[in-house]
């Protein structure tokens, strides 16, 4: 989870000369609760369990893949398409325990 936390802070100060300080720091304090996706809007907190997930994002676009394997193509960032992985640590908590994100190919 730290080295969750470490990639999206790593992230985040990369993109700060673009964002105004406030969104900046919006952005930064809500890192320490979860992770917040734009489109759909959805803020996901770092302790969600599966099932919870699936809650939230009933009547969207999440995919079950496997145990503990879920993606969803969505915003996370504005204007960053792309599909993230939602992976939970079913041995340990059942909690998530990393996001993916794949980069989506632009069609035509």
């Given at each position: 989870m730290k080295e969750l936390h470490d990639l999206l802070e790593t992230?985040?100060?990369t993109l700060q000369g673009t964002?105004?300080?406030i969104a900046?720091?919006?952005?930064?304090n809500e890192l320490h609760r979860g992770f917040t996706i734009n489109h759909p809007a959805v803020?996901?907190?770092w302790n969600?369990?599966?099932n919870e997930l699936a809650l939230l994002f009933s009547g969207k676009k999440l995919q079950h893949i496997s145990e503990g394997y879920y993606t969803l193509p969505c915003e996370p960032l504005k204007g960053l398409?792309?599909?993230v992985g939602f992976h939970f640590n079913l041995q340990l908590n059942g909690i998530l325990n990393e996001l993916e994100f794949f980069r989506v190919e632009p069609e035509g």
């Open positions: 992230l985040i100060s964002w105004s300080s900046f720091l919006k952005i930064k803020f996901i907190p969600i369990t599966e398409d792309c599909t």
